[in-house]
């Protein structure tokens, strides 16, 4: 009834309630005065003449609604219109509060305004943390391992490396051909377009020396630590132009890595 109530006060400008005063329009909001409390009939008459109610219909419910105010205000000293106001006993005076009520190209406005800022912050933080890489154990396992004499004795690479640890079977002979310095790391833009087996990915570079020092005893890998330039540290056994050389080589070899096009 709230709804029709306001549309009928907008076409008559001032509606009284029984026994509680009149509402009229201002500036887009509705007014209370408390001094018109007779009863004008005026809603009566937009239910009927507007609404096209029945006058039995339209007596008896605007009728049953201004009661049901009365009975509000004084059981609960206050009665809501929804959507438009509060109407309350304050000093023994009625008194009615507006509901603020914000345009729909406002709530929009907000709207818009709020996921804005949620994105830009959403970005910024991608932007300021940097991406935790958690280092996998990895797993390169070998058909065959290469065969090396020391003592008159087989012995082969360890098949399985822990990339937090390495572990070294202490009958590997070292390569006399690593410089104390340690293997040359190199930038994957040396490699573009190039297809390379990687058998460990690393965000320390330690963790990827280790393993390509055990690796380069292998004769058959071409082992290379080639860095992303950002983060990561690949360690490679071979490097093609051609995607099915590389992928040869991984199957014949059964290793457990992956190609990766640079």
Not at 67 to 82: H, P, W
Not at 127 to 154: G, L, P, Y
Not at 190 to 211: C, H, P, R, V
């Given at each position: 009834?709230?709804?029709?109530?306001?549309?009928?006060?907008?076409?008559?400008?001032?509606?009284?309630?029984p026994?509680?005063?009149?509402?009229?329009?201002?500036?887009?909001?509705?007014?209370?005065?408390?001094?018109?409390?007779?009863?004008?009939?005026?809603?009566?008459?937009?239910?009927?003449?507007?609404?096209?109610?029945?006058?039995?219909?339209?007596?008896?419910?605007?009728?049953?609604?201004?009661?049901?105010?009365?009975?509000?205000?004084?059981?609960?000293?206050?009665?809501?219109?929804?959507?438009?106001?509060?109407?309350?006993?304050?000093?023994?005076?009625?008194?009615?509060?507006?509901?603020?009520?914000?345009?729909?190209s406002?709530?929009?406005?907000?709207?818009?305004?709020?996921?804005?800022?949620?994105?830009?912050?959403?970005?910024?933080?991608?932007?300021?943390?940097?991406?935790?890489?958690?280092?996998e154990?990895?797993?390169?396992?070998?058909?065959?391992?290469?065969?090396?004499?020391?003592?008159?004795?087989?012995?082969?690479i360890?098949?399985?490396?822990?990339?937090?640890?390495?572990?070294?079977?202490?009958?590997?002979?070292?390569?006399p051909?690593?410089?104390?310095?340690?293997?040359?790391?190199?930038?994957?833009?040396?490699?573009?377009?190039?297809?390379?087996?990687?058998?460990?990915?690393?965000?320390?570079?330690?963790?990827?020396?280790g393993?390509?020092?055990?690796?380069?005893?292998?004769?058959?890998?071409q082992?290379?630590?080639?860095?992303?330039?950002?983060?990561?540290?690949?360690?490679?056994?071979?490097?093609?132009?051609?995607?099915?050389?590389?992928?040869?080589?991984?199957?014949?070899?059964?290793?457990n890595?992956?190609i990766k096009?640079?």
């Amino acid at each position: 009834m709230e709804k029709f109530f306001f549309e009928a006060v907008k076409s008559y400008d001032q509606i009284n309630i029984p026994n509680v005063g009149s509402f009229s329009w201002n500036n887009g909001n509705p007014k209370f005065d408390s001094f018109s409390t007779y009863h004008d009939g005026k809603f009566l008459k937009f239910l009927k003449e507007e609404l096209k109610w029945e006058n039995e219909k339209a007596t008896s419910l605007s009728s049953k609604w201004f009661n049901f105010i009365n009975d509000e205000l004084r059981d609960k000293k206050s009665f809501m219109f929804k959507g438009y106001g509060t109407l309350m006993i304050q000093d023994d005076k009625l008194v009615f509060n507006n509901q603020i009520k914000y345009k729909k190209s406002k709530i929009l406005l907000f709207g818009l305004l709020s996921i804005l800022f949620a994105s830009l912050s959403i970005v910024l933080y991608l932007m300021t943390v940097q991406k935790e890489i958690v280092d996998e154990d990895i797993t390169v396992s070998f058909v065959k391992s290469t065969e090396i004499t020391a003592q008159n004795q087989d012995t082969s690479i360890l098949s399985e490396l822990d990339t937090d640890s390495i572990e070294i079977l202490n009958t590997i002979i070292p390569n006399p051909e690593l410089t104390k310095s340690g293997p040359l790391i190199e930038l994957q833009n040396k490699y573009e377009d190039q297809y390379i087996i990687i058998a460990g990915t690393f965000s320390q570079k330690s963790n990827a020396i280790g393993l390509y020092e055990t690796l380069i005893q292998n004769e058959r890998f071409q082992c290379k630590i080639i860095y992303n330039g950002h983060s990561l540290y690949w360690v490679s056994v071979y490097i093609s132009s051609e995607k099915s050389a590389a992928k040869s080589f991984l199957e014949s070899n059964k290793i457990n890595g992956w190609i990766k096009k640079i």
